[in-house]
């Protein structure tokens, strides 16, 4: 299960749980907020990766990209030059 479907898993037990309380409409912003603000794979090689297990950075056309761990693997395998 994916970091995107524990957040969305807790989300939706918190509106079973309390569903009309404005305590649980903050609860859910702040949880959004925090969502938007993960960092996840921004490799330019494989553009469809959003996995947010970030294992480096790397400086790409002047640009820090975060990259996960699985695209690492394959860009230290590969002879990518940046
Ligand atoms: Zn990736």
């Keep these: 299960m994916g ?3 524990s957040a969305e898993l807790a989300l939706t037990t ?3 749980l309390e569903p009309s309380t404005s305590k649980v ?3 859910m912003t ?3 907020e925090a969502l938007s603000k993960a960092e996840f794979c ?16 790397i400086m790409h056309e002047g640009v820090k990209v975060p ?4 695209c690492w ?3 230290a395998l590969s002879d990518l030059e940046w």
């Design 3 to 5: 970091w995107r479907d």
């Design 14 to 16: 918190l509106q079973k």
């Design 25 to 27: 409409n903050m609860r």
């Design 30 to 32: 702040e949880m959004e």
């Design 42 to 57: 921004q490799n330019p090689w494989n553009p469809s990766c959003e996995s947010s297990e970030i294992e480096l950075y």
């Design 67 to 70: 990259i996960c761990r699985s």
């Design 73 to 75: 693997q394959e860009i």
